[in-house]
């Protein structure tokens, strides 16, 4: 394949033909340095596109047996900025099992909307790993409280590792960072990852949620579904933001949340049925996420109102990103090229 530009405007990557599909596997993906600046503008530029209706983003489809041991999801957008189509799949087995017994895999496929031709498939769990710590960061930056300090984050699984230093990215003057996990190694690569990439800061380990739940202004929930932890609504400061990724948080937090924010109302009501309250209803919200990073609604109102805000992932987020790595690692000459069509 060709050199590529580095311009995410342009999405003329693909030099290759229309018999073959340049794989990028997980190793050729770990290898690749990106900043975590580049991720958050990468990513917030793609809700900015998707906010102009330049994007698509359909709603995502879901498979899941009666008995909950896995889940499927399909997502298909098209990103009007850099002008790809993308697939991307997961698929998740074990849910009714522990962490070390599940099987996980996601895939993300591209293709130039200008030539017509494929651009890669690629491993998407770094995408992933990645993508949805940045929103975190983005939804703090847009409705924290004025001044806010310190940040929680519950969960020591792959997005807990980065919530951290996202955090920072986007809220430099966090000054107490506190972590509530149960996983020793987990808990080690939480600390790892933020001395990576902010070798002068630590991580305070918390044993009373509860306790720490009433000190942060922020907390980022990204624990697993075996988690016994659950922070309630009157745990909860004044002007505090809480925001949901995985488990950790109580249905009374979004119930009885001043505000409602999601990066998706209807991925929301179809991935956030375990938040729902005794009547098996969700609330409204009062306004998705693109809008506020768009400039067209506000994320907080008052420095008193407690947030909570769902952040389920965008299709074209994981497009957005996943084209800056197809970026750099074919000009890195990454990848395998498979004649999947001859």
């Known amino acids: 394949m060709s050199d590529i530009s580095t311009d995410t405007a342009n999405p003329l990557i693909s030099g290759g033909d229309d018999k073959h599909l340049r794989i990028l596997s997980t190793s050729d993906l770990a290898g690749i340095d990106i900043s975590l600046p580049d991720v958050v503008a990468t990513v917030e530029g793609a809700y900015r596109t998707l906010h102009a209706g330049q994007s698509d983003n359909p709603r995502k489809l879901t498979v899941k047996p009666q008995d909950g041991h896995s889940v499927s999801y399909a997502m298909l957008g098209r990103d009007g900025t850099r002008n790809v189509v993308a697939i991307k799949t997961s698929y998740k087995h074990g849910l009714d099992k522990g962490r070390e017994e599940q099987h996980y895999y996601t895939s993300l496929t591209l293709y130039d909307d200008v030539t017509g031709l494929p651009v890669a498939m690629m491993d998407c769990s770094r995408i992933g790993s990645l993508r949805t710590p940045a929103v975190s960061a983005l939804l703090a930056r847009e409705c924290a409280a004025p001044g806010a300090r310190s940040a929680l984050v519950i969960g020591t699984g792959t997005q807990g590792r980065l919530a951290l230093p996202f955090l920072l990215t986007t809220l430099p003057d966090l000054d107490r960072l506190m972590l509530s996990g ?43 579904g075996h988690t016994e932890a659950a922070v309630e609504a009157e ?106 069509w001859q």
């Not at 001395?195 to 697993?224: N, Q, S, W, Y």
């Open 235 to 340: 745990w909860l400061k004044p002007g505090a933001l809480s925001i949901l990724v995985g488990h950790g948080l109580a249905p009374s937090t979004l119930h009885r949340a001043d505000r409602v924010i999601a990066t998706s109302e209807a991925q929301m009501n179809v991935t956030g049925t375990d938040m729902a309250d005794a009547d098996g209803k969700l609330p409204a919200v009062d306004t998705e996420f693109p809008p506020v990073i768009g400039g067209a609604a506000v994320g907080r109102r008052s420095a008193e109102e407690r947030i909570f805000a769902y952040n389920s992932g965008l299709v074209v987020t994981d497009i957005a990103l996943g084209h800056r790595f197809a970026q750099l690692a074919l000009a890195q000459g990454l990848g395998t090229e498979v004649p999947l």
């Open 182 to 224: 149960t996983h020793p190694e987990g808990i080690t690569a939480v600390r790892e990852q933020l001395r990576t990439h902010f070798p002068d800061r630590d991580v305070e380990i918390v044993t009373d949620l509860r306790a720490a739940a009433a000190d942060a202004d922020v907390i980022v929930a990204t624990a697993g």
